[in-house]
């Protein structure tokens, strides 16, 4: 108490038990104590926050975490907090918790001295004694879980991926055979992917194996407990598996090997040995294996065959199989046998089987030994042959050979086999006495120690050339005395000897005689042919010239006898008449035979397709040119006709000869073919262009000279016999064309080859009106027009009265130019043309007509030639001539010539 001064006047006090207070305020203590050290020993992160983030409690794992005392923080924010990169995270599940008043959770992570660790936040809003919202945020360090997650899961995918990379199908089943996991090999076997597959039943996926061996082997395993083998076709795939099951914690490890590879060797393997037995008894050879070791013998069916029993029918063993040879030959074959196992050495041994049938049959037995890896003989295999038919053929030809030996010995001319390197190594008793030397200083020595020097390298060569071409040659030689040699004819040949090697055999003729009388007969064959020719050549103009004025006496004497006549002048006129006949048929005679003693060449005519024959030459060259590198190109003017009239025959014939020499004499650039057309008149020009040799212009004189050459040395070195371009050149002439040549040495050769081939005729146009039928009298045929082209005056009139005793008229010209001229002034139904006249024949001049007049004004056109043969008939047709009449000219085959000639609407309009 104080007085009003200030000062103590008195104390006052008051005493209450507090006791209870105490010890509940120390028991609170207590609690709170041992909160405190569950809290801070709890093993995880602790803190409470008020809802603006003020921080009421931190337990001692929470300030470790953070590296902070805890009771130095308390109070401050949340967000000041040493957090790190779990700031977010927590901070986040925070204002969560506080939004949604609920528990929230999630991962974060957070360095805890230099090392990342890994923690499970838990945000738990709690209410608090004044009301206000706290929220606990509880941190569990799952650091090592995670490890061990990452770790687990580490090692699944070490494990599918080590199942991936096994070459086997891997399915894991539970016991219900629902599949819980497979690798990419049993995907692969069920056809779908993996993930397809995991959690169905396995025999949901393959329901054929549902009642199969396999089912039964995964119920054996389950119950069992124990590994089960068992093997499983995939008709899906036609493979085969052999498939290991193996109980496993709750259910069962299954694993698919493909042995389809191993399957199909076993398959052919006994395929194989089939065949081989096949082959065996075909070849008849039979197979045996002996283990040197034990003595046990393998013996194949044919090798007891070849013995003469049965399959199995002795006993296998080496002593019991030398006991089917005959008795004389045993001991020398077990010798053998024993020798190859000594010496470690393949052995061929033959010998002689004795049959039970009692036969002898010659075997061949083979034998290799077999050591270990110490050089130790283990075993010896080897075969047997039967050859008893090759033997027999053996002798039989050596009897045959020492038959044709003494064949040859007495075969009257030489006879010898010379050996690749000149060493004869058969000669004759004739070519022995021919070289003046016994045969045991002849044979096995070189021929060159008796022939002089020239005939000696002459024969090596054709020796040579024999083993090098491998063909027959038949040549003539000469030998003996140079003042007085004979003339041989000797034929090489190619012999095969031993090891494929090629000897020269020959034999040869004595021919001088007869080469003798071949000069004769070629003497007198030259004189006989010159003679003939001239004959022929004689002939063939007489009768020509004969037929001419023929026909003036046969036409006079025709129209004679239209006129007024006494009997005695028509009985003259019959006489003139019969005696032209038979002089007539002579001449014909004496022409046929003429020309057959001339050989002259038959030619067709006919349409041909002019590209195709080009293509066709240029096909039958191409590989030749081809093997040598060379171009082959073909060029055909566009402009040239497509279908022309000729031989196509004989044109292909020289095309190829030509190209032929082309591709022979060019070892390397190029080959051209070009072929133009010439309107004006008709002819196809084929030039064969190449870049080969060429030739001087001393070997281009020769090269048109039958059997002849360029130079004789290409005989050699190219062959032929140098016919090719003189038949080429006469095969162009026959068809009215020339083969020319031209050449540079070294720098190629051009070869022109010019036809007169015609464009083939159109088919018939309505511009030419068909023949009409004339039934009047030959008198009211004046209508047509009639150009008669003739150079024989004689004959002019003899024909122009024949046409006036026929009523027709007509003019006349003397020459194929004029009746061209003619032509073309003014038109003609009918033209009457002599084949030979001067300045153009009528085979030209009917060309031209053909060619240059246009179809309105096409003449028909007769021929009249002193020629009667079939091939002059042709000659005239192909040049376009409509009809045939050979002089003489008889009044009754002119008059139904003319009847079959139509009148030109052409003329008419003129007229």
Same mark, same amino acid.
């Given at each position: *108490? %104080?007085?009003d ?8 006090g ?6 209870e207070?105490?010890?509940a305020?120390?028991a609170l ?6 909160y ?12 409470v926050f008020t ?10 794992e929470a300030?470790?975490v ?11 924010r949340?967000a000041e ?15 969560e918790?506080?939004?949604t ?8 992570? %957070?360095?805890?001295?230099g ?7 838990s ?5 608090s ?5 706290v ?5 569990h360090?799952?650091?090592e879980?995670?490890? *061990? ?11 599918s ?13 539970d016991?219900d ?7 990419r090999?049993g ?5 779908a992917?993996?993930q ?9 996926v393959i ?7 396999l %089912? ?29 099951v ?6 069962l490890?299954?694993?698919f ?17 089939r ?11 039979g197979s045996?294996e002996?283990? +040197?070791?034990t003595?046990?013998c ?5 090798f007891?065959?070849i013995?003469?029993?049965e ?7 080496l002593?019991?199989?030398?006991q089917c ?19 470690r ?5 033959e ?18 030994v077999?050591c270990?890896e110490s050089d130790t003989?283990?075993r010896i295999s ?11 053929a ?10 044709f ?5 007495h ?6 086999l ?8 058969f ?8 070289i003046?030397?016994?045969?045991e200083?002849?044979v096995g ?17 054709q ?9 027959v040659r038949?040549h003539e030689?000469?030998t003996?005395d140079?003042a007085a040699?004979?003339?041989?004819l ?6 095969r000897?031993?090891h494929?090697?090629i ?7 004595d ?9 004769d ?5 030259d004189a006989?042919?010159?003679?003939s ?9 007489m ?12 036409? *006079? ?14 009985k003259y ?6 005696s032209?006949?038979l002089?007539?048929a ?14 002259e060449?038959?030619l067709?005519?006919r ?10 030459a240029r ?17 055909v ?10 031989d ?5 014939q020289?095309?190829v000869?030509l190209?032929s020499?082309?591709v022979?004499?060019?070892?390397r650039?190029?080959?051209d ?14 030039? +064969? ?6 030739m001087s212009?001393d ?8 059997f002849?050459q360029?130079?004789a040395?290409?005989s050699?070195?190219?062959g ?6 003189v038949?080429?050149?006469r095969?162009?002439?026959a068809?009215?064309?020339e ?12 070869f022109t080859l010019?036809?007169?081939?015609r ?10 009106a ?26 002019q ?7 006036k005793?026929l ?7 003397q ?6 001229e003619?032509?073309?002034e003014?038109p003609?139904?009918?033209?009457l043309?002599?084949?030979q006249?001067?300045?153009r024949?009528g ?8 060619h240059?007049?246009a ?7 007769v ?5 009667s043969?079939?091939?002059?008939r042709?000659r ?6 409509d009809?045939?009449?050979?002089k ?10 003319l ?12 007229r």
């Open positions: *108490m %104080h007085d001064d200030g000062k103590v006047t008195a104390a006052v008051v005493i209450a038990d507090i006791s207070r105490k010890s305020t120390s203590h207590e609690n709170q104590a041992r405190r050290d569950l809290i801070d020993h709890a093993g995880v992160a602790i803190g809802s603006d983030g003020a921080i009421q409690l931190l337990n001692a300030g470790r953070l590296g902070v005392a805890p009771q130095e923080v308390l109070g401050s949340l907090l040493p957090l790190n990169e779990a700031a977010p995270g927590i901070l986040a599940l925070f204002a918790a506080l939004a008043g609920k528990v929230v959770h999630g991962d974060v992570h %957070h360095t805890l001295r090392q990342q660790r890994a923690f499970w936040v945000a738990s809003p709690l209410p004694a004044s009301g206000e919202s929220v606990q945020v509880i941190a360090d799952i650091s879980r995670k490890r *061990m997650e990452e770790h687990l899961q580490e090692l699944s995918a070490q494990t991926s080590l199942l991936d990379s096994i070459t086997e199908a891997f399915i894991a089943i016991r055979c629902t599949i819980r996991y497979i690798n090999h995907a692969a076997l069920l056809g992917p993996p397809a597959l995991v959690d169905r039943s396995l025999w949901e329901p054929e194996a549902r009642d199969g061996d %089912h039964v082997a995964l119920l054996s395993a389950l119950e069992e407990e124990a590994p089960v083998e068992v093997d499983y076709h995939a008709p899906k795939s036609n493979r085969w598996f052999a498939v290991r193996y109980p496993s914690p709750g259910g490890s299954t694993y090997q493909d042995v389809t590879e191993a399957r199909t060797m076993e398959l052919e393997s006994r395929e194989h040995m065949r081989l037995a096949a082959a065996e008894a075909i070849a008849h050879l045996w002996l283990d +040197i070791a003595g046990a393998y013996l194949s069916d044919e007891y065959r013995c003469g029993y399959p199995g029918g002795y006993e296998p063993t002593e019991r199989a030398l040879l005959v008795p004389e030959e045993r001991e020398y074959i077990a010798d053998q046998v024993n020798q190859a196992i000594a010496n050495s393949p052995y061929r041994v010998g002689r089987l004795g049959l039970p049938d009692g036969t002898i049959r010659w075997v061949q037995s083979l034998g290799e077999i270990d003989p283990v080897g075969s047997l042959l039967d050859i008893h038919e090759r033997k027999e053996e002798r039989a030809l050596r009897e045959s050979e020492a038959r030996a003494a064949f040859l010995d075969f009257p001319g030489p006879a010898f010379h050996g690749a390197d000149g060493r004869v190594l000669a004759n008793r004739a070519y022995c006495e021919q003046g030397r016994p045969a200083r002849v020595r070189s021929f060159r120690e008796w022939l002089p020097p020239p005939q000696a390298i002459e024969c090596e060569n020796n040579l050339e024999i083993i090098r071409d491998n063909h038949t030689q000469l003996g140079p040699p004979k003339t041989c000797v034929t090489r040949f190619p012999v000897g031993a494929d090697a000897d020269v055999g020959g034999i040869a003729f021919i001088t005689a007869r080469k003798a009388l071949e000069a007969l070629r003497r007198a064959r006989a042919n010159a003679a020719q001239a004959k022929s050549d004689f002939l063939a103009t009768s020509h010239e004969l037929r001419t004025p023929l026909n003036a006496v046969i036409g *006079m004497a025709e129209l004679l006898k239209h006129t007024a006549l006494s009997a005695q002048q028509e006129i019959t006489t003139i008449q019969t032209s006949d002089l007539l002579l001449i014909s005679d004496v022409l046929d035979f003429s020309k057959i003693e001339a050989g060449l038959d067709e005519s349409s041909f397709e002019l590209r195709a024959c080009v293509l066709a096909s039958l060259l191409a590989q030749q040119a081809a093997d040598k590198g060379l171009e082959l190109t073909v060029d003017d566009a402009s040239a006709p497509a279908t022309l009239v000729g196509a025959t004989r044109v292909l020289i095309l000869n190209m020499n082309a022979k004499f060019t070892e650039g190029r080959i073919l070009a072929v133009a057309h010439t309107p004006d008149t008709d002819a196809v020009t084929f030039k +064969i262009r190449d870049t080969g040799i060429g212009p070997q281009q004189a020769r090269i048109f000279k039958p002849t360029a130079d040395s290409t050699r070195q190219y032929g016999t140098g016919l090719g371009l038949i080429s050149r095969l162009a002439r068809m009215g064309g083969l020319r040549l031209e050449s540079a040495l070294g720098r190629g050769s051009t010019e036809l007169p081939l464009r083939a005729a159109p088919a018939p146009t309505p511009s030419r068909a023949p009409p039928n004339f039934t009047a009298p030959p008198g009211e045929h004046h209508a047509l027009r009639i150009l008669l082209a003739e150079d024989n005056p004689t004959n009139v003899v024909i122009l009265g024949m046409l005793a009523g027709y008229r007509a003019d006349a010209v020459s194929g130019q004029a009746a061209l003619a032509i073309n003014r003609y139904d009918v033209v043309m002599d084949v006249m001067p300045e024949d085979l030209d001049t009917t060309r031209l007509i053909r240059e007049l179809d309105a004004r096409q003449p028909f056109i021929a009249l030639t002193a020629h043969a079939d091939d002059d042709r005239c047709l192909d040049a376009g001539m009809a045939y009449l050979s003489p000219i008889r009044i009754d085959r002119l008059a139904s010539t009847t079959r000639a139509p009148r030109l609407r052409a003329a008419s309009d003129e």
